[in-house]
């Protein structure tokens, strides 16, 4: 079972095979949970921080493609937790935040979709994120446009940015991803014109319709881990579109 917050702790450990660095605890963010007895109150909680990462090419050639779906995502969540994507560090684009009381950092890396990975290794071993937290947000041609699933491991998919992040990961897999559904090159479409290319009107409104209900889930997931109501809402996802 995916937590998504920790109990009070004095250090974060990685899966043996996955660690990504040594142990600082300067560079976790701690916040106090008031919801939680505490008798000291020089006592803070410490949250296990979230790493939330869209994949996309930076650029402005490449906004609104259907290969930037995951820098929108993030754009969408930024909107959404008012928080403002002002810094750059390791190659990318990052805002710094809390979904409730539980901190976040967001994510576009800026080396281009298939070197997404030289910026999520070392944010993820800077910040001591578990393998477990770290989201990666990407368009996915398996799904309809519009239709996204959330899942807490899973391969590439022959997605050369989620293949290059497990590269920086220590080769280990067992991250969690929404994905988003771009449908499927129509006919004989080359299919780098495909990715690159702008959602049709119909297609957009599918779009942003997801990406409202993707950042619920986030919510969700962040908070409260992989339970019951991220369940419904891959199974809601899955069958928005058919019609009795």
């Not at 995916?2 to 040594?22: D, E, M």
């Not at 939680?36 to 906004?63: A, C, F, H």
Request: net charge positive; charged share 20%; aromatic share 8%.
């Amino acid at each position: 079972m995916f937590s998504a917050i920790s109990p009070p702790v004095t250090s974060l450990l990685h899966p043996k095979a996955c660690k990504f660095g040594k142990l600082d605890s300067k560079r976790f963010f701690s916040v106090r949970a008031s919801s939680l007895p505490v008798s000291d109150n020089k006592l803070k909680v410490e949250y296990t921080p979230w790493l939330i990462v869209g994949l996309g090419n930076p650029g402005t050639k490449y906004y609104g493609t259907r290969h930037n779906i995951g820098f929108e995502m993030i754009d969408h969540i930024a909107r959404a937790t008012d928080i403002s994507m002002n810094s750059i560090q390791s190659k990318a684009l990052v805002g710094i935040g809390v979904v409730g009381e539980v901190p976040i950092l967001l994510v576009k890396p800026q080396a281009y979709m298939n070197f997404s990975g030289e910026s999520v290794g070392p944010l993820a071993a800077y910040y001591q994120v578990p393998l477990r937290h770290i989201l990666m947000i990407y368009d996915d041609m398996g799904l309809p446009n519009g239709v996204l699933r959330l899942q807490p491991r899973g391969g590439h998919s022959h997605h050369n940015g989620l293949k290059n992040v497990t590269e920086h990961l220590n080769g280990c897999r067992g991250y969690p991803r929404l994905s988003i559904g771009i449908g499927n090159p129509p006919g004989n479409m080359d299919l780098k014109a495909f990715l690159l290319q702008k959602f049709s009107p119909l297609e957009r409104k599918q779009i942003d319709a997801g990406m409202e209900q993707g950042v619920e889930a986030v919510r969700t997931l962040v908070e409260d881990g992989f339970n019951d109501t991220i369940s419904r809402f891959n199974l809601g996802q899955k069958y928005k579109f058919h019609t009795v």
